[in-house]
């Protein structure tokens, strides 16, 4: 679940850069083990800009201006958890007195990485972004991004840059820092009732800061719309039915939210997605004694004493990347029983829905069950078979019967099975989730339809389509330069409708194609594809083109 980084560089060096990022931070930074509290920004931060000052809750903070945007950098919205605020809720921060410089970015969390752990457990951090001309009384609206990563990792190792976002929408751009894996959502019977769940309660409490906080820097706190891709679609469809989470935000966008395979077993991620069924608090609390004794804490007493103790790096290093027997311990959302009392496709189903306005959609081509994977990459006839027969089991014969590889072009088998994991896993649930939401809130469907978008991470040597979170390249383009026209244009679009949905509750603005709000009565989801071509398309057509029917005839629907 990656996310796409908003630096403001071009689109070409974009790739080179957020290539280089991610080298970096797995290569080079070590998770602390330590249980003491870092203060923020223990090393040398930059040298605020004059008049940059704004005093928070629990403390004042100065930033730094550039090209009409002030920043803000690693402001503490919770106290670190360490010692016995380890799996804990968040906990307000100590306020200072002293104005705190936030101008370095803030710890990213722990996280396990191809090289080694990243992060810090001290990382409950967020970045606050605002036009220069904006302060107290200015009223702007607000997006805050929660990152992807598959609840595992700060995609690209480094919170985005929203500077982009700010200036084309004169709004108040937020990003956070949240609690991952396992140390975000262990639960176990040794911490009470109701365990687990830890990362998105971070969120809730960084939207708890934003709300107390935000006009001091020119927002509205009743106009904050929240975002993200892949991971970060999925919490906010996670947020959006969480009880916990009323009231925090008004609208939100997810992004390539549906990503886990719907059916069949999950290669990479732990089943979290906006339409997974999450693991139930028993389940949960049984993986987490599982996990516990993996790491020599089986014992029954002082269990959890003794999982505190243990390295952030240890703990990050055992939980591996999927929920399995051997891995034990639950590391992504779960049903806790409060934060989450039902899994999200439930929820859509039966109208738990908190009162927020959605823009959901999914990319057409988008395959994410093992992302840079080869176990799950088809390049030959014989690997297509057994894939499909791996994943589908019974109804392996009738899935091959309609993806022959003779449909496709040169009888390809990578794109065969993108295309029919894009259409089980995500496409066609999105479309179920459009119908469900589009019942009981606003609800803005789209599809992104553009198969050109600069790729920034698979294999450019295959034919990846509208890949996972592609749209938010262009989102976050800051410059035109190295687009081609038919992109540029997109990226224009993409922008206005982002930030304009932000702004005003609909992604109809200026500059912008007509998109209606999806109904029982007008069924119709925006196809989104560059030139200015992008135009609504009635459900049932895309349904149709992805093979639904059959799809959704064989895969479970969310028990709780």
Known sequence: MMSVTGRSRRIPTLIAALIAAVAAALAGVTAAASHAAAAPHAAAAPACTDGTTVTTNSGPVC?????????????????????????????????????????????????????????????????????????????????????????????????????????????????????????????????????????????????????????????????????????????????????????LFQKGISESGFYNSAVGPNQVWE?????????????????????????????????????????????????????????????????????????????????????VSLMIGASRDEINGGVGSPSVIATTPAQYTALVQLKYGRY?????????????????????????????????????????????IPTFAFEDDDSDVPNFYLDPANPNGAYHVAEGALVFASSLAGLDANQAALAVQLTSQWTGYASTGSPSVTGTPLWTAYTSHRPDVMSLAPAGDSVMVPASTLAAQHNCGFWDSITPAPSS
């Open 63 to 247: 930033g730094t201006t550039a090209t009409g945007v002030v920043s803000y950098l690693g402001i503490p919205y919770a106290a670190p958890p360490v010692g016995d605020l380890r799996w804990a809720p968040p906990a307000p921060p100590a306020a200072w007195t002293s104005t705190l410089q936030a101008t370095a970015p803030g710890n990213i969390c722990v996280a396990p990485g191809s090289s080694g752990v990243v992060g810090n457990e001290d990382c409950l951090n967020l970045n606050v972004q605002a036009p220069a001309d904006a302060g107290p009384g200015s009223h702007l609206p607000v997006m805050v991004e929660i990152h992807g990563g598959g609840f595992l990792s700060t995609a690209f190792g480094a919170l985005n840059d929203g500077s982009h976002l700010v200036s084309a929408g004169h709004l108040i751009y937020v990003a956070i820092n949240y609690r991952l894996g396992i140390l975000g959502f262990m639960a176990n019977k040794g911490l009470g009732r109701h365990s687990g769940d830890y990362g998105l309660q971070d969120q809730q409490a960084a939207l708890r800061w934003v709300r107390q906080n935000i006009a001091k820097f020119g927002g509205d706190p009743g106009n904050v719309t929240i975002f993200g891709q892949s991971a970060g679609g999925a919490s906010v469809c996670e947020q959006a039915v969480s009880p916990t989470a009323r009231g």
């Open 396 to 440: 392996a014969s009738r899935v091959l019967a309609l993806y022959p590889l003779s449909r496709f072009p040169s009888s390809s088998p990578f794109i065969a099975f993108r295309t029919l994991e894009a259409d089980a896993d995500s496409v066609c649930p999105a479309l179920t989730a459009d119908r469900q939401l589009g019942r009981h």
């Open 271 to 355: 089943a979290a997605d906006c339409k997974s069924q999450l693991p139930t608090e028993a389940q949960a609390q049984d993986a987490g004694a599982t996990f516990a004794a993996k790491v020599g804490c089986g014992h029954a007493a002082g269990q959890v004493a003794c999982l505190r103790a243990l390295p952030a790096a240890t703990l990050a290093s055992a939980a591996g990347q999927v929920l399995s027997p051997d891995a034990g311990g639950t590391i992504a959302p779960t049903i806790n029983g409060t934060t989450l009392p039902m899994s999200p496709g439930r929820a859509f189903a039966t109208g738990h829905v908190n009162d």
